[in-house]
């Protein structure tokens, strides 16, 4: 991350602030994150506002000064006395997504103190601004993609894909302009706002949509996944109605306190797999010039969520070790949160395996994933289909009906040779086909 946009303040001037306070929500590439403060103090001053977008990590937001002290000394208190406005960073290198930096030194500094916005203090040093870009054709500023995108929340973003609502024509109401749900439903398109025919025809016939932050990371990793990886796949059909029939069961004796869904038994199936063959539960690694398979001693599943800006992976972690109604539970919240932009980084950042359910689409019979890196295989799980199956009776021929499921995995062929990725696939098959062995 070297840049993100301020969200909504929890806080404002002169407020007091204690250890796990969120203090502002801040909006990354990839999720929406509240940013708690860890220290006692009172916030001072606010330097960045609600709805400022593409602001360089470093760069200070706040001011906070110790309890007690008095604030009005920094009421006219600018940016430019923290040290003024940084350049953003050049791009670094990527590192892999489950590698997760180490956390910065903290410690307890005199005050007044300026918060930039990885929640570091800023050093009083200054530095030059960063000199605005303009644009030769019409000396207007360059903008990025985040400062085209409309400034929404992701449900109010949702909302309006679902209402074919145009999102830019909307006048939100929330901190910094920004548009709500609230908007969304309200929305009226204006008396005569229709085009005319003349104008429909001189227009365009298509739109340029800029591809926000998330839409480019996501892009970027999976042409990284699909040129470095040699993927192979393997398929097969499960026969699901005993799982059926056990989860239906469980269901009815659940008293409210839970609903388990298919997923959730195939996710827990994936992770017996994973322990009874622990070379697809591993990853290729490259560090320190040294290439090594890393082979993880749990199972963390990726469980695939569409969200309304793109999918997230937010990740179940030691599955081999809890229950189904514990999975359950967890990929609920994790779903729920996933589609609000509520993910913590440490919630979707790494994972040992992932799983791709679109089951709930009766017209995909199957499909193939493509592998999250730097993971070495995925399942990706077609619809339940019920199939008629021929049986033998003292009568004759008969057929009975069967619920089946196609899956197929992909697997990295640099960790994975076919033989294991096909012996992966049968530990799954037959762990689905008999899941009271779910229940060990």
């Given at each position: 991350?070297?840049?993100?946009?301020?969200?909504?303040?929890?806080?404002?001037?002169?407020?007091?602030?204690?250890?796990?306070?969120?203090?502002?929500?801040?909006?990354?590439?990839?999720?929406?994150?509240?940013?708690?403060?860890?220290?006692?103090?009172?916030?001072?001053?606010?330097?960045?506002?609600?709805?400022?977008?593409?602001?360089?990590?470093?760069?200070?937001?706040?001011?906070?000064?110790?309890?007690?002290?008095?604030?009005?000394?920094?009421?006219?208190?600018?940016?430019?006395?923290?040290?003024?406005?940084?350049?953003?960073?050049?791009?670094?290198?990527?590192?892999?997504?489950?590698?997760?930096?180490?956390?910065?030194?903290?410690?307890?500094?005199?005050?007044?103190?300026?918060?930039?916005?990885?929640?570091?203090?800023?050093?009083?040093?200054?530095?030059?601004?960063?000199?605005?870009?303009?644009?030769?054709?019409?000396?207007?500023?360059?903008?990025?993609?985040?400062?085209?995108?409309?400034?929404?929340?992701?449900?109010?973003?949702?909302?309006?894909?679902?209402?074919?609502?145009?999102?830019?024509?909307?006048?939100?109401?929330?901190?910094?302009?920004?548009?709500?749900?609230?908007?969304?439903?309200?929305?009226?398109?204006?008396?005569?706002?229709?085009?005319?025919?003349?104008?429909?025809?001189?227009?365009?016939?298509?739109?340029?949509?800029?591809?926000?932050?998330?839409?480019?990371?996501?892009?970027?990793?999976?042409?990284?996944?699909?040129?470095?990886?040699?993927?192979?796949?393997?398929?097969?059909t499960l026969s699901v109605s005993k799982l059926l029939k056990l989860r239906q069961a469980l269901n009815a004796s659940a008293d409210g306190k839970y609903k388990l869904s298919v997923n959730d038994f195939l996710v827990k199936a994936c992770a017996v797999a994973c322990k009874k063959v622990p070379t697809v539960n591993s990853s290729w690694r490259e560090e320190g010039g040294q290439t090594v398979i890393r082979q993880h001693?749990?199972?963390?599943?990726?469980?695939?969520?569409?969200?309304?800006?793109?999918?997230?992976?937010?990740?179940?972690?030691?599955?081999?070790?809890?229950?189904?109604?514990?999975?359950?539970?967890?990929?609920?919240?994790?779903?729920?949160?996933?589609?609000?932009?509520?993910?913590?980084?440490?919630?979707?950042?790494?994972?040992?395996?992932?799983?791709?359910?679109?089951?709930?689409?009766?017209?995909v019979e199957r499909f193939t994933a493509v592998i999250n890196p730097p993971q070495a295989g995925i399942l990706a799980v077609g619809t339940t289909r019920k199939v008629a199956i021929p049986v033998d009776s003292e009568d004759g021929t008969g057929v009975e009906w069967e619920d089946q499921i196609v899956v197929t995995g992909s697997f990295d062929h640099k960790v994975v040779d076919g033989a294991v990725g096909g012996e992966?696939?049968?530990?799954?098959?037959?762990?689905?086909?008999?899941?009271?062995?779910?229940?060990?």
């Amino acid at each position: 991350m070297t840049a993100g946009n301020i969200g909504t303040w929890q806080k404002k001037a002169g407020d007091s602030v204690s250890p796990g306070d969120v203090l502002v929500e801040i909006e990354t590439d990839k999720a929406q994150m509240d940013f708690e403060f860890q220290e006692e103090g009172v916030l001072a001053k606010i330097l960045k506002e609600a709805g400022e977008k593409d602001v360089a990590v470093g760069n200070p937001i706040a001011v906070m000064i110790e309890e007690g002290e008095d604030v009005a000394p920094f009421e006219s208190f600018t940016l430019e006395d923290a040290g003024g406005e940084k350049a953003p960073p050049k791009e670094a290198p990527k590192e892999e997504a489950a590698e997760s930096s180490e956390p910065p030194e903290s410690g307890s500094q005199t005050s007044p103190s300026t918060l930039d916005k990885s929640g570091q203090e800023a050093e009083s040093k200054s530095e030059p601004a960063a000199e605005s870009q303009e644009s030769e054709l019409s000396g207007g500023r360059l903008q990025t993609s985040l400062d085209r995108e409309p400034n929404a929340s992701p449900s109010a973003k949702a909302l309006a894909l679902e209402k074919g609502v145009p999102i830019k024509a909307v006048k939100g109401s929330g901190p910094g302009g920004r548009v709500t749900k609230q908007d969304i439903e309200k929305y009226k398109p204006a008396a005569g706002s229709a085009p005319s025919a003349s104008s429909a025809a001189a227009a365009q016939p298509y739109e340029d949509i800029p591809a926000s932050s998330m839409r480019k990371t996501i892009a970027n990793r999976l042409v990284q996944s699909f040129n470095q990886n040699p993927h192979y796949f393997v398929s097969t059909t499960l026969s699901v109605s005993k799982l059926l029939k056990l989860r239906q069961a469980l269901n009815a004796s659940a008293d409210g306190k839970y609903k388990l869904s298919v997923n959730d038994f195939l996710v827990k199936a994936c992770a017996v797999a994973c322990k009874k063959v622990p070379t697809v539960n591993s990853s290729w690694r490259e560090e320190g010039g040294q290439t090594v398979i890393r082979q993880h001693n749990t199972v963390d599943i990726s469980v695939a969520v569409a969200t309304p800006i793109g999918l997230m992976t937010p990740i179940v972690k030691g599955v081999e070790a809890i229950g189904l109604q514990s999975i359950s539970a967890q990929i609920k919240d994790l779903g729920k949160r996933a589609r609000d932009g509520k993910l913590k980084p440490e919630e979707y950042q790494g994972g040992t395996f992932t799983i791709s359910n679109m089951g709930m689409n009766a017209a995909v019979e199957r499909f193939t994933a493509v592998i999250n890196p730097p993971q070495a295989g995925i399942l990706a799980v077609g619809t339940t289909r019920k199939v008629a199956i021929p049986v033998d009776s003292e009568d004759g021929t008969g057929v009975e009906w069967e619920d089946q499921i196609v899956v197929t995995g992909s697997f990295d062929h640099k960790v994975v040779d076919g033989a294991v990725g096909g012996e992966w696939i049968r530990e799954f098959k037959k762990v689905v086909e008999n899941p009271l062995e779910l229940m060990l």
